[in-house]
């Protein structure tokens, strides 16, 4: 029997954040594998995401896209995970899921890039410059166990991610802030879950194109 919640991914890609997302979460769900430049650009995958990209997710019929809002979402659908603060609490959570996934992400997707708005166009864009949104995010992390509030909520599993990425391919500074962050955050069983699905997944496709795992 299929499952309400469909899982749109490729293993690299922003679907690994939703899939340790859906790790924590722990209910069914199906995944759907889709290639870069083949199925994910076919006519029944942008009937889902018109932008042929992914992550998405399905969820009783309702198509839900973007990363930070696929986390938002899932822990809205399934409040018994626990993965949300209380409505009333949500300033800090709402405030650091959509400022890295904004601004964050904006910066190091340029640095990345080779991209550095000049002193004059900073103001074009929702980041000003790499330093600033790096030096905001260190300072919200700073003497803080989590990122927004007293326990582990999505919110710090999409910062956490995104920091953790960002660390793994040299685009943010280790400062012992970041490090720490990181670790602590991935140190959970849904994380390795998620790791683990994701790496054997890759492990297979370069075998299947005879490059080494």
């Known amino acids: 029997m299929a499952a309400d919640l469909v899982f749109y991914t490729n293993p690299m890609s922003r679907g690994q954040t939703v899939r340790w997302m859906l790790e924590e979460v722990g209910e069914p769900y199906d995944t759907e594998?889709?290639?870069?430049?083949?199925?994910?650009?076919?006519?029944?995958?942008?009937?889902?995401?018109?932008?042929?990209?992914?992550?998405?997710?399905?969820?009783?019929?309702?198509?839900?896209?973007?990363?930070?809002?696929?986390?938002?979402?899932l822990a809205d659908a399934f409040p018994q995970a626990g993965l949300a603060p209380d409505p009333a609490d949500r300033a800090d959570y709402y405030r650091w899921?959509?400022?890295?996934?904004?601004?964050?992400?904006?910066?190091?997707?340029?640095?990345?890039?080779?991209?550095?708005?000049?002193?004059?166009?900073?103001?074009?864009?929702?980041?000003?410059?790499?330093?600033?949104?790096?030096?905001t995010l260190e300072k919200a992390l700073a003497g803080k166990t989590y990122i927004a509030g007293d326990r582990f909520t999505a919110a710090d599993l999409f910062v956490g991610a995104n920091v953790n990425f960002m660390l793994q391919f040299d685009l943010l500074e280790p400062r012992p802030v970041f490090t720490?962050?990181?670790?602590?955050?991935?140190?959970?069983?849904?994380?390795?879950?998620?790791?683990?699905?994701?790496?054997?997944?890759?492990?297979?496709?370069?075998?299947r194109q005879g490059e080494p795992a």
């Open 180 to 207: 720490d962050y990181a670790a602590r955050m991935t140190d959970r069983d849904a994380y390795r879950r998620a790791r683990d699905i994701d790496g054997k997944l890759i492990a297979e496709a370069q075998a």
């Open 97 to 135: 899921i959509f400022f890295t996934s904004g601004p964050v992400e904006a910066a190091f997707s340029n640095k990345a890039a080779g991209f550095v708005p000049t002193p004059e166009r900073q103001r074009m864009f929702g980041y000003g410059n790499y330093d600033l949104a790096i030096n």
């Open 33 to 73: 594998i889709l290639d870069y430049g083949g199925s994910m650009k076919s006519e029944a995958y942008l009937a889902i995401n018109p932008m042929g990209k992914v992550p998405a997710i399905t969820h009783k019929g309702k198509v839900v896209t973007e990363v930070a809002a696929i986390c938002c979402y």
